[in-house]
């Protein structure tokens, strides 16, 4: 999925090149999906640790450098790598604390960084365009951050209502 979210982040970016992303804003295409690929980086941590990481953010450049336009796979390879070492650096200190907590904070320095650093390799005009590239990587945070949370608040309703059912099933208060 990681891997994918890169290849497909260049491919829309090189087919469609500057989209609307909401709230007034655009980006180049492929923004949402560079979202994506941070926000999976995490979980791949999580699953994988920082050496299956490293080796997927490998992979997702090397793909990316078959399919899409030299300069743009070399801005992506670039950005990325910078990018997800910084999402690393803070996201492991912060993820013995939470996973939401390490996650925003990581996910949003990595956000910028990928975006100040593809933007300027790519040629793309850098600071008029971050803050439509802020939001459109947005989209892709605050959507599984907030599925995340909704699981886990109705997940706890949900397993206080078994608990007290049990509760009353065996006669305990």
Same mark, same amino acid.
């Given at each position: 999925?990681?891997?994918?979210?890169? +290849? $497909?982040?260049?491919? @829309? %970016?090189?087919?469609?090149?500057?989209?609307? &992303?909401? #709230?007034?804003?655009?980006?180049?295409? !492929?923004?949402?999906?560079?979202?994506?690929? @941070?926000?999976?980086?995490?979980?791949?941590?999580?699953?994988? !640790?920082? =050496?299956? &990481?490293?080796?997927?953010?490998?992979? $997702?450049?090397?793909?990316?450098?078959?399919?899409?336009?030299?300069?743009?796979? #070399?801005?992506?390879? +670039?950005?990325?790598?910078?990018?997800?070492?910084?999402?690393?650096?803070?996201?492991?200190?912060?993820?013995? /604390?939470?996973?939401?907590?390490?996650?925003? *904070?990581?996910?949003? +320095?990595?956000?910028? @960084?990928? %975006?100040?650093? #593809?933007?300027?390799?790519? !040629?793309?005009?850098?600071?008029?365009?971050? *803050?439509?590239?802020?939001?459109?990587?947005?989209?892709?945070?605050? +959507? *599984?951050?907030?599925?995340? @949370?909704?699981?886990?608040?109705?997940? =706890?309703? %949900?397993?206080? =209502?078994? =608990?007290?059912?049990? /509760?009353?099933?065996? !006669?305990?208060?």
């Amino acid at each position: 999925m990681y891997a994918t979210a890169l +290849v $497909g982040a260049n491919l @829309l %970016t090189a087919s469609y090149g500057v989209v609307d &992303v909401g #709230f007034g804003q655009s980006a180049t295409a !492929g923004t949402v999906l560079a979202g994506v690929a @941070l926000m999976v980086r995490n979980t791949l941590q999580d699953l994988l !640790g920082r =050496r299956g &990481v490293v080796s997927a953010i490998v992979v $997702g450049s090397l793909l990316s450098a078959l399919v899409a336009p030299p300069a743009l796979a #070399f801005a992506s390879a +670039v950005s990325v790598l910078l990018a997800e070492c910084a999402d690393m650096c803070v996201y492991t200190p912060l993820r013995a /604390h939470g996973w939401v907590r390490a996650v925003l *904070p990581a996910t949003l +320095v990595g956000a910028f @960084l990928d %975006t100040v650093v #593809f933007l300027t390799i790519a !040629g793309f005009p850098v600071w008029p365009a971050v *803050p439509g590239q802020m939001t459109g990587k947005g989209w892709a945070v605050a +959507v *599984p951050v907030l599925v995340v @949370l909704l699981c886990r608040g109705v997940g =706890r309703r %949900t397993a206080a =209502r078994v =608990r007290c059912a049990i /509760h009353r099933w065996v !006669g305990r208060p």
